[in-house]
């Protein structure tokens, strides 16, 4: 009688894939539900404080201009160390952000909460770690529909979170849901426990972070494709910050201008997904620049037809659709190029020019409001830079360095 094999332990379940993306999708969701919802206390804490909208849109700007000089940083700290610690600070000062928010009463505590501590935060508790540590968990084949997985959940939290926002606003003041929201944010700390652990790298040659940037920047691709996401960034923020009151400007109801956010949401569920499973199987740049071009057809349509509820609703949906699609076809596009050892800071820093236009966006919505009395301009320049992004990834090449091929 032959002894059996001995078997390989099984890992627990909190170690297992399934359990390690459960957890960093429903820290997704939160972290990006949270920031989505931010568009609604524009109109009421300006209102309460007399401020002009420029003064709340400075705040969000810096606040996504820190997150993006953060996210490098962030990234190049999960890449060491791993992905559970700097999620779990950057999910701490995060909710820190939300709670001094809630009793911001000046222009100056307004920035240092909403702009400095909650661009800090989500730096450090961002989907871009969560989307790094992804790509280490799955197979190169697998690694598409993963990183559209994260993104979708992401996009569940505007989905979801927004309209619960607009219910607090509504119910107990905006001061009281930011409250709530600060203790929201703290449910991300257990989520981060799930992604400890260091990278395993060991199947590719070491890199420093120098040599990483050197042959990143070297690389004409990575930069069309960091030129491209700024793009991304600007549509993003400044419809985000803004929709909400250009809604209620056109005297359409508060609440629809929450419920316009949260469909763009739940349109961004099915894009997000969508995107990340035809990344798998066809061209992600001709799919990007399908993106971008299609974004600057829905805003123009959008502006050029009368506003009503049915057409915000439309825009809504169809926006949603093309929102964070670009998302997954991006990080798996560095991936793709430099492998999986230093993406979550490569993507960092594609995510920063994504974040420079977000800063932009935001600010040069509040700025020009004010100066004008209409956005008008700042959606013809989203039009314009849809336009732009199309083109600017036709020419990429998509392959890795030939220090991957080496390696294999």
């Given at each position: 009688m032959t002894a059996s094999a001995p078997t390989e332990p099984q890992s627990p379940f909190w170690r297992t894939t399934l359990f390690v993306i459960a957890a960093g999708c429903l820290?997704?969701?939160?972290?990006?539900?949270?920031?989505?919802?931010?568009?609604?206390?524009?109109d009421p804490m300006s209102s309460e404080f007399g401020w002009g909208r420029e003064v709340f849109a400075i705040a969000i700007?810096?606040?996504?201009?820190?997150?993006?000089?953060?996210?490098?940083?962030?990234?190049?700290?999960?890449?060491?160390?791993?992905?559970g610690r700097v999620l779990t600070i950057g999910a701490l000062i995060y909710a820190a952000g939300l709670f001094i928010m809630a009793d911001a009463s000046t222009p100056g505590m307004l920035t240092l909460s909403a702009?400095?501590?909650?661009?800090l935060g989500v730096a450090g508790a961002s989907f871009a770690i969560v989307l790094a540590a992804f790509t280490r968990r799955v197979s190169p084949e697998k690694r598409s529909w993963a990183l559209g997985i994260g993104t979708a959940a992401g996009s569940a939290g505007q989905f979801f979170v927004v309209p619960l926002g607009q219910s607090f606003i509504s119910a107990y003041g905006w001061s009281m849901a930011l409250t709530i929201f600060g203790f929201m944010a703290l449910l991300m700390v257990p989520c981060a426990a799930a992604l400890t652990g260091r990278p395993d790298t060991r199947q590719e040659a070491k890199q420093s972070i120098r040599a990483a940037l050197g042959e990143a920047f070297a690389h004409p691709s990575y930069n069309y494709?960091?030129?491209?996401?700024?793009?991304?960034?600007?549509?993003?923020?400044?419809?985000?910050?803004?929709?909400?009151?250009?809604?209620?400007?056109?005297?359409?109801?508060?609440?629809?201008?929450?419920?316009?956010?949260?469909?763009?949401?739940?349109?961004?569920?099915?894009?997000?997904?969508?995107?990340?499973?035809?990344?798998?199987?066809?061209?992600?740049?001709?799919?990007?620049?399908?993106?971008?071009?299609?974004?600057?057809?829905?805003?123009?349509?959008?502006?050029?037809?009368?506003?009503?509820?049915?057409?915000v609703l439309a825009f809504s949906l169809a926006i949603g659709l093309l929102w964070l699609s670009t998302v997954p076809l991006t990080s798996g596009l560095v991936a793709q190029f430099f492998g999986t050892q230093h993406m979550a800071m490569l993507f960092g820093i594609v995510f920063f020019s994504h974040q420079v236009g977000a800063f932009l966006g935001v600010w040069m919505g509040g700025y020009l409001f004010d100066e004008t009395g209409s956005y008008d301009v700042v959606w013809w320049?989203?039009?314009?830079?849809?336009?732009?992004?199309?083109?600017?990834?036709?020419?990429?090449?998509?392959?890795?360095?030939?220090?991957?091929?080496?390696?294999?």
């Open positions: 820290l997704a969701l939160l972290s990006f539900g949270l920031r989505s919802s931010f568009g609604l206390f524009l700007a810096l606040q996504n201009l820190l997150w993006g000089l953060s996210q490098p940083v962030a990234g190049a700290f999960a890449d060491r160390y791993g992905s702009g400095v501590l909650v661009g494709l960091t030129a491209g996401f700024f793009v991304c960034g600007f549509h993003v923020a400044f419809i985000q910050t803004h929709l909400p009151a250009y809604i209620t400007d056109m005297g359409l109801q508060a609440g629809l201008a929450a419920w316009a956010l949260a469909l763009v949401g739940g349109g961004n569920i099915i894009g997000a997904y969508t995107s990340g499973v035809l990344g798998g199987r066809f061209s992600k740049k001709y799919l990007l620049s399908a993106l971008y071009f299609a974004r600057a057809i829905v805003i123009a349509l959008f502006i050029l037809l009368p506003i009503s509820e049915a057409s320049i989203s039009v314009a830079l849809g336009l732009l992004a199309a083109a600017i990834h036709w020419p990429i090449r998509e392959q890795g360095v030939a220090r991957l091929a080496q390696a294999g």
